[in-house]
T-cell receptor, first 109, second 113 residues
Framework: GIQVEQSPPDLILQEGANSTLRCNFS?????LQWFHQNPWGQLINLFY???GTKQNGRLSATTVATERYSLLYISSSQTTDSGVYFC???????????FGAGTTVTVRA | DSGVTQTPKHLITATGQRVTLRCSPR?????VYWYQQSLDQGLQFLIH???????AKGNILERFSAQQFPDLHSELNLSSLELGDSALYFC????????????FGPGTRLTVT
């Protein structure tokens, strides 16, 4: 199946800082999703981004499908941004999402 | 709120027991997926149903089974529970298959004692 690698594994930010999270994947994909898992365990959809760039408030994402990577940008981070960020891509044959190991973000006040 | 509902939110049971987790997909979604999140394995795909039919299986144990009913809700049955089955179980739904965004429910946290 498709391999998904995320970096960095951990990120500690001061409130107000900007950051970039990276997701590399091993094969061509026709979609890619970014999720935020909050401290209560909920998986929140952030972006569905097969290619190109999207923005949602202080968050934005860019996927370069031809080079098999995606970036998630967090600007002016807030303590509520803390949690684990996952990227996930579907296997072409069985539709399952393969998840990366996640990036754990801690934003300090 | 993703529109996907899961019950119960928490479940505590003993080894050897059987439990049923329930999922209702978003209105209009035909696909239901089950995932398991454990501390040592991360998020793992279990099984996918589309409009009542099983479409794909992941690393789902033989002690686990699932089905999708005519009203499109799904149930995941876990039997002969072991301590290692303790995990967060997520259901997700999408309109159809791989090209569509998957939306996750709040999860069921299972603790086996």
């Amino acid at each position: 199946g498709i391999q998904v690698e995320q970096s960095p594994p951990d990120l500690i930010l001061q409130e107000g800082a900007n950051s970039t999270l990276r997701c590399n994947f091993s094969d061509s994909v026709n979609n890619l999703q970014w999720f935020h898992q909050n401290p209560w365990g909920q998986l929140i959809n952030l972006f569905y981004i097969p290619s190109g760039t999207k923005q949602n408030g202080r968050l934005s994402a860019t996927t370069v499908a031809t080079e098999r990577y995606s970036l998630l940008y967090i600007s002016s981070s807030q303590t509520t941004d803390s949690g684990v960020y996952f990227c996930a891509v579907p296997n072409p044959n069985d539709y399952k999402l393969s998840f990366g190991a996640g990036t754990t973000v801690t934003v300090r006040a | 709120d993703s529109g996907v509902t899961q019950t119960p939110k928490h479940l505590i049971t003993a080894t050897g027991q059987r439990v049923t987790l329930r999922c209702s997909p978003r209105s209009g979604d035909l696909s239901v997926y089950w995932y398991q999140q454990s501390l040592d394995q991360g998020l793992q795909f279990l099984i996918h149903y589309y409009n009542g039919e099983e479409r794909a299986k992941g690393n789902i144990l033989e002690r686990f089974s699932a089905q999708q009913f005519p009203d499109l809700h799904s149930e995941l049955n876990l039997s002969s529970l072991e301590l290692g089955d303790s995990a967060l179980y997520f259901c997700a739904s999408s309109l159809a298959g791989t090209a569509y965004e998957q939306y996750f429910g709040p999860g069921t946290r299972l603790t086996v004692t």
